[in-house]
């Protein structure tokens, strides 16, 4: 089965980085991730990555800090998170660049949106680092604007649980699955897949959001190939 798709825009959360441990990084996982991408890479499909950081930081839940304050210091931690991304992919042989939204030259490049693109004409996969470079957004809405920036055909977003559900599955036995939403159902469902300024910039921007576990073996590759696993909102 072949690639559906030429350029695509993987977000990885934090937490799926953190594997069974929920804090800090887990080896296995950085390999599994980094071999996932190289599966899709050697398809010849162009891969840039947005990176979360709450294997990190959880910076919604200080309520003694200033709102701003807790959002740079998440932005720091995705950082973090490039980097050791990258460090896996490179190990698998593939060339990687990190862009970050905040300047650290020592560590990065800054995000200048024709180089990234350039950088992924040329088969390097790169990874977006430090959200939009801005307080009060999640990284989940650094995927939606970059995708549209980079011209990505469709977000895949990689996270801990396999598909949308109607609540929490972990919490909640009776959570339906949901194969197929619209981005409007999203909004109006109030579904904690990704918040509302993410949800409405894909809608606005007719990016299509494909949702399903990473923990699975193959399952970026399923998606690529359009096979029908995890949740489609289009």
């Given at each position: 089965m072949g690639a559906k798709y030429k350029r695509v825009l993987l977000k990885v959360s934090g937490e799926a980085l953190a594997g069974e441990g929920k804090f800090g990084l887990n080896d296995e996982m950085l390999k599994k991730v980094a071999f996932q991408i190289k599966e899709v890479r050697d398809m010849g499909v162009q891969v840039a990555v947005v990176v979360g950081g709450g294997n990190f930081w959880r910076g919604r839940s200080s309520e003694s800090m200033d709102r701003a304050t807790a959002d740079y210091i998440g932005m720091l931690a995705t950082v973090m998170n490039a980097l050791a991304l990258q460090e896996a992919c490179e190990a698998v042989g593939l060339a990687t660049r990190v862009q970050t939204a905040i300047e650290m030259r020592e560590v990065a490049e800054p995000y200048v949106r024709r180089k990234a693109i350039s950088h992924l004409e040329h088969g390097n996969v790169v990874i977006f680092g430090a959200g939009t470079?801005?307080?009060?957004?999640?990284?989940?809405?650094?995927?939606?604007?970059?995708?549209?920036?980079?011209?990505?055909?469709?977000i895949l977003l990689a996270k801990k649980v396999d598909a949308v559900y109607s609540a929490d599955p972990e919490k909640d036995p009776n959570a339906v699955k949901y194969d197929e939403l619209t981005h409007q159902e999203v909004l109006e469902k109030e579904l904690g897949v990704m918040d509302s300024t993410a949800a409405s910039l894909c809608r606005d921007n007719h990016i299509n959001i494909h949702v399903f576990g990473i923990a699975a073996e193959?399952?970026?590759?399923?998606?690529?190939?359009?096979?029908k696993i995890g949740t489609i909102i289009k």
């Open positions: 470079g801005n307080p009060f957004f999640s990284t989940d809405t650094t995927a939606a604007l970059r995708a549209a920036e980079i011209g990505a055909e469709i193959g399952n970026v590759m399923r998606a690529i190939c359009g096979e």
